[in-house]
């Protein structure tokens, strides 16, 4: 869905994104960077528990998606959830280390 990606990040256009998300999930619900780009959106919008959502099923889906593993570790830090925020943290160092 780079569609919905592009009206997100170039042109604020987050709630479209959103509806165009929404749409794809029907068809494609087992897509896990399909989440992973509604959870960016859904943070852009300040629907932190929605993003978190979509974070956790993209990890559902792809437990290797190294960036969902970061983004979800940032909101994480934000909550205040410092277990949880270490988990994540050193899932994506695991990731991306070479």
Same mark, same amino acid.
Do not use: W
């Given at each position: 869905?780079?569609?919905?990606? &592009? =009206? @997100?990040?170039?042109?604020? !256009? @987050?709630?479209?994104?959103?509806? =165009?998300?929404?749409?794809? =999930? ?7 960077? &399909? +989440?992973?780009?509604?959870?960016? %959106? &859904?943070?852009? =919008? ?6 978190? !959502?979509? $974070?956790?099923? @993209? &990890?559902?889906?792809?437990?290797? +998606?190294?960036? %969902?593993?970061?983004?979800? %570790? ?12 270490? !988990? +994540?943290?050193?899932? $994506?160092? !695991?990731?991306?280390? @070479?």
């Amino acid at each position: 869905m780079d569609l919905g990606a &592009l =009206l @997100c990040e170039l042109e604020a !256009r @987050c709630n479209d994104a959103l509806a =165009l998300f929404d749409e794809a =999930l029907i068809h494609f619900a087992d897509d896990g960077v &399909l +989440h992973f780009n509604n959870a960016i %959106a &859904l943070e852009d =919008l300040a629907r932190e528990e929605d993003a978190d !959502r979509s $974070y956790q099923r @993209c &990890l559902e889906i792809d437990p290797t +998606h190294a960036d %969902a593993h970061h983004n979800l %570790a940032i909101l994480l830090e934000k909550r205040g959830d410092p277990q949880s925020l270490l !988990r +994540h943290l050193n899932a $994506y160092r !695991r990731l991306t280390t @070479c």
